[in-house]
């Protein structure tokens, strides 16, 4: 069986990448059999300039890295491109603007996701980035869920962790006990599922760690990658 392509726009980070290429491996494995993987392109971007970019604020510079990057990778064959990271979500307006094949969207897949488990109210755990602005809450919002974050200090902490921690491979349990107290506060307040919107977040914590629902963006999106690569 010919597979479709999937270009991947990776490296933010490298630790949730490798993720991201493992799984949909053995997912494709699991379900073409034999000595089937999955046809992917990745193009990994060098992390320490766009987490420049993010922290100063210039979005249109990594609007451009972005769009840039997915020309590329469509004009190397793939029919699809997913952004293997939530905040970086940010800038799939100028991504979709700049190719002519589909964005295999992070937010819109984990709203449906949702939705189809019966989860209206969710709590969105990410970077300061995702959990801060519109373009990811104002997206679960229009999908029709209802979206909780965690109170400021509480968004601080979690961003440290992800950008200090888990992005250069670091899981302790300090953070891990961190984030199960933030999640524990928010589901006092009627959050019945937490949205993992980092795709790092899931190196820290998993299911069998917490009474509640989570949704993995992680699973979630190669999931969806998946189903394009065998779509054929």
Known sequence: MKQQCVGIIGGMSWESTSVYYKKANERVASRLGGMHSADLLIHSLDFATVCQWQHSGQWDKLDNLMADTARRL??????????????????????????????????????????????????????????????????????????????????????????????????????????????????ATGVTGFILGCTEIGLLIEQSDVPFTLFDTTDIHVEAIVRHLTSV
Do not use: W
Not at 123 to 152: C, I, N, W
């Open 74 to 187: 469509e004009a190397s064959g793939a029919t699809a491109i997913a952004i293997a990271t939530n905040t970086m979500h940010r800038c799939a307006p100028a991504v979709n603007a700049a190719i002519s094949v589909p964005l295999i969207n992070l937010v819109s897949n984990t709203a449906n996701t949702c939705l189809r488990e019966k989860h209206q109210h969710v709590g969105l755990l990410g970077t300061r980035f995702t959990m801060e602005a519109d373009f990811y809450k104002g997206a679960l919002h229009e999908s029709g869920l209802t979206v909780s974050v965690p109170a400021q200090n509480e968004r601080e902490d979690i961003h440290t962790i992800i950008y200090d921690e888990l992005c250069q491979g670091k899981v302790t349990s300090t953070a891990k006990n961190r984030f199960i107290a933030i999640m524990e506060s928010l589901a």
